[in-house]
């Protein structure tokens, strides 16, 4: 190796002189470094030419031109080496460049076929997502008729039962009216039979003291009522009228009640209340926003029935009227009645007033409250204030008063209101049924009410059909402890005493005699 290295160093000189001569002969400017061996050869021949020309001996020349030959096989050698190092440079990069490519390639294809996937499943959701929307729509469609179904089927129970409950309401106290509303919707096609006005009735006699009867018997509106006491009560020859009375907005008579009135020539009134409540104080803020149709129509139902009039209680709390405005409501109501087919028979009497409220100049009469004075004097201030009407002065009596601790129609009483010929309103009459009777309707029944009017008739200076005493006994002469019982607890006396009477006429020719025996 040293040999070969000072060689080479000799012929450096030499290969330089070739590597010049070479590098004339070359076009470009770097050498073109060829691994091929007739290249090696060329540049190996070139260079030994050079030296030659250079004065070398031809030993000299063939050192040189191997030495370049080696040399130039050694550069091309690593040349070539490099070349292939920077190809494969150049092909890992043309790879990676490929595989970049190609992965972006695939990534773009699993993109590009996501996004069409996607789009698919977008199609194919929206697709299904329409035909279950449609489902939906009919599901929801069909749901809502269910709903409604329902709806309006719970409306028209609900309807059926407001319907069923304003129904019942409506006959509970038919044909009473227990709010204004009623009174407003009410008309001659669901009204019922009408029964109209009666014929040939009489007005009321003027300047002669009259008796009053306010029915007020256990609510009104019942068998008890309408039924049992009307068929006890026979004493229409004492009453010169008739009012019934309920604790209903507008107590309208039922038929029964006014064809006998009717029958035995007595007028009957219907009752219109305000009591001492707010449903009162409702119903007359209802009454004054429709004044001028709760008139007509009050004449109109008065007409329907066949009654003659009102009979108005006012017990309302005072603010619920405005100053004077119940004064011209009776005063209008009582001129579109005698207006009416009822003509001057009709009567509005007002509760509770006396004859110095400005009432009794627009009502047919007045009635005043229980309790009333009954000293002299102020028996001659009531005279001198109703003037020549004093019998359109009606003195309250409760019926029930020795319960109530009320005025009651006893003969001093009474005889007083005779004594100044004012009228009596007996109220709550249906005492005798109620109380003594014990609500059951007896023959014994029948001739306590009897006695009961008697009494009043006797006291009021009119002459009496019985034998009615003050204060009016179940029966005098029973035992205290037996005064309650019916006519069948008098009638059960022993088969022994009666065995004869029995076998000829029965029970009820006994019963008959019992009553006889009784007047």
Not at 148 to 169: D, G, I, P
Not at 462 to 467: D, Y
């Amino acid at each position: 190796m040293p040999g070969r290295l000072h060689a080479s160093c000799a012929l450096c000189f030499f290969f330089r002189l070739g590597a010049a001569v070479l590098i004339q002969h070359e076009e470009e400017a770097e050498i073109a470094v060829d691994s091929s061996e007739g290249k090696a050869l060329e540049m190996a021949a070139i260079v030994r030419k050079a030296v030659l020309d250079a004065g070398a001996s031809g030993r000299k020349a063939d050192e040189a031109a191997i030495a370049v030959e080696r040399e130039y096989t050694e550069l091309a050698a690593d040349a070539q080496e490099e070349q292939n190092e920077a190809a494969a440079e150049i092909e890992s990069q043309r790879y990676e460049e490929q595989n970049q490519q190609a992965k972006v390639e695939e990534q773009r294809i699993e993109e590009e076929v996501e996004k069409r996937v996607k789009e698919e499943v977008e199609k194919r959701v929206k697709v299904e997502a329409k035909k279950e929307d449609a489902r939906v729509v009919a599901l929801e469609k069909e749901d809502l008729k269910k709903v409604l179904r329902s709806v309006k089927a719970e409306e028209k129970v609900n309807c059926e039962k407001q319907e069923a409950k304003e129904l019942e309401t409506k006959m509970k106290f038919f044909p009473g009216m227990t709010q204004m509303s009623q009174l407003l919707q009410w008309n001659e096609t669901t009204a019922g039979p009408r029964m109209g006005p009666a014929k040939n009735m009489e007005p009321l006699q003027r300047g002669k003291g009259r008796i009053m009867s306010l029915h007020d018997m256990a609510g009104g509106y019942q068998e008890i009522a309408d039924n049992d006491y009307l068929s006890m009560f026979q004493s229409w020859n004492v009453v010169d009228l008739f009012v019934y009375f309920s604790h209903v907005r507008m107590s309208v008579p039922p038929l029964q009640w006014t064809a006998i009135a009717h029958e035995h020539g007595r007028p009957a009134l219907g009752t219109i209340i305000f009591e001492r409540n707010q449903e009162s104080t409702d119903a007359i803020s209802a009454l004054r926003s429709n004044r001028e149709q709760v008139l007509s129509q009050l004449v109109k139902v008065a007409e329907h029935y066949g009654f003659d009039g009102w009979f108005f209680n006012n017990e309302a709390y005072p603010s619920a009227w405005n100053k004077g405005e119940p004064e011209q409501f009776v005063k209008d109501l009582k001129a579109q009645l005698k207006s009416s087919s009822l003509g001057e028979r009709a009567q509005l009497i007002s509760y509770p007033y006396g004859p110095t409220s400005e009432m009794f100049e627009h009502s047919d009469g007045v009635m005043v409250d229980y309790n009333w004075n009954r000293g002299k004097n102020a028996m001659s201030e009531l005279k001198e204030a109703a003037g020549a009407r004093a019998a359109d002065v009606y003195m309250g009596m409760d019926s029930f008063g020795s319960l109530r601790a009320n005025t009651e129609p006893d003969p001093s009483t009474v005889g007083l209101c005779a004594d100044g010929d004012f009228s009596l309103g007996v109220f709550a009459p249906g005492y005798t049924f109620e109380h003594p009777a014990h609500k059951q309707y007896s023959l014994l029944a029948v001739d306590y009410d009897r006695r009961y009017w008697d009494s009043i008739a006797k006291n009021f200076g009119r002459k009496a059909e019985g034998k009615g005493e003050w204060p009016v006994l179940w029966h005098e002469d029973l035992p205290r402890k037996s005064r309650w019982a019916n006519h069948a607890d008098l009638l059960h006396k022993s088969d022994e005493e009666e065995e004869g009477e029995e076998s000829k006429h029965g029970t009820a020719a006994r019963s008959s005699k019992l009553i006889k025996q009784l007047s």
